[in-house]
């Protein structure tokens, strides 16, 4: 056997039909495009969106424009005022453990809501200043850890 002699099993094998070539070709006139106006023209193509010129829909709804960055980060928060149940060194793993955070995939992220009313130690991934002047100022410290516990 050649390789002028190979052939594709019979039915493996379809011949294109082709569309809008007359009326005797079976599938002609407007092949099925409907009749007239903008879509039955060639090179049709129209944004997302698009009215036909009517104001579309996107711009009579103010809360639905604007984008969403695909690349912010969501943090996991915690007030300050939750954190005064802990003594000496509050770590995003005991945060876990005391359910103040789900789970250490997202960031953890120190808000100073409320009032701090012992010295601790807290680590975590970012602290608002004043988050971080409640901490020094009820005498403990505010360390910043790299993002190892996001995992």
């Given at each position: 056997m050649?390789?002028?002699?190979?052939?594709?099993?019979?039915?493996?094998?379809?011949?294109?039909?082709?569309?809008g070539r007359?009326l005797?070709?079976?599938?002609?006139?407007t092949a099925?495009k409907?009749?007239?106006?903008?879509k039955?023209?060639?090179?049709y193509?129209?944004?997302?969106?698009?009215e036909?010129g009517?104001?579309?829909?996107?711009?009579s709804l103010?809360?639905?424009?604007?984008?969403?960055?695909?690349?912010?980060?969501?943090?996991?928060?915690?007030?300050i005022?939750?954190l005064?149940?802990?003594?000496?060194?509050?770590?995003p793993?005991?945060?876990?453990?005391?359910?103040?955070?789900k789970?250490?995939?997202?960031p953890?992220?120190?808000l100073g809501d409320?009032?701090?009313e012992?010295p601790l130690?807290v680590?975590?991934?970012?602290f608002?200043?004043t988050?971080?002047?409640?901490?020094?100022?009820?005498?403990?410290?505010?360390?910043?850890?790299?993002s190892?516990?996001?995992a």
């Amino acid at each position: 056997m050649r390789q002028n002699e190979l052939a594709s099993p019979p039915g493996a094998r379809h011949k294109k039909r082709r569309i809008g070539r007359g009326l005797g070709s079976g599938q002609g006139r407007t092949a099925g495009k409907g009749t007239k106006g903008q879509k039955a023209r060639s090179g049709y193509k129209v944004r997302p969106g698009f009215e036909g010129g009517q104001l579309p829909l996107i711009k009579s709804l103010p809360e639905k424009r604007g984008f969403t960055n695909i690349f912010r980060t969501e943090f996991a928060i915690v007030k300050i005022g939750s954190l005064n149940r802990f003594e000496g060194e509050v770590t995003p793993q005991r945060l876990v453990e005391e359910r103040l955070v789900k789970s250490l995939r997202k960031p953890i992220k120190i808000l100073g809501d409320g009032d701090l009313e012992k010295p601790l130690i807290v680590k975590a991934d970012k602290f608002t200043q004043t988050a971080r002047r409640k901490i020094e100022a009820a005498g403990g410290k505010a360390e910043e850890s790299s993002s190892d516990s996001s995992a």
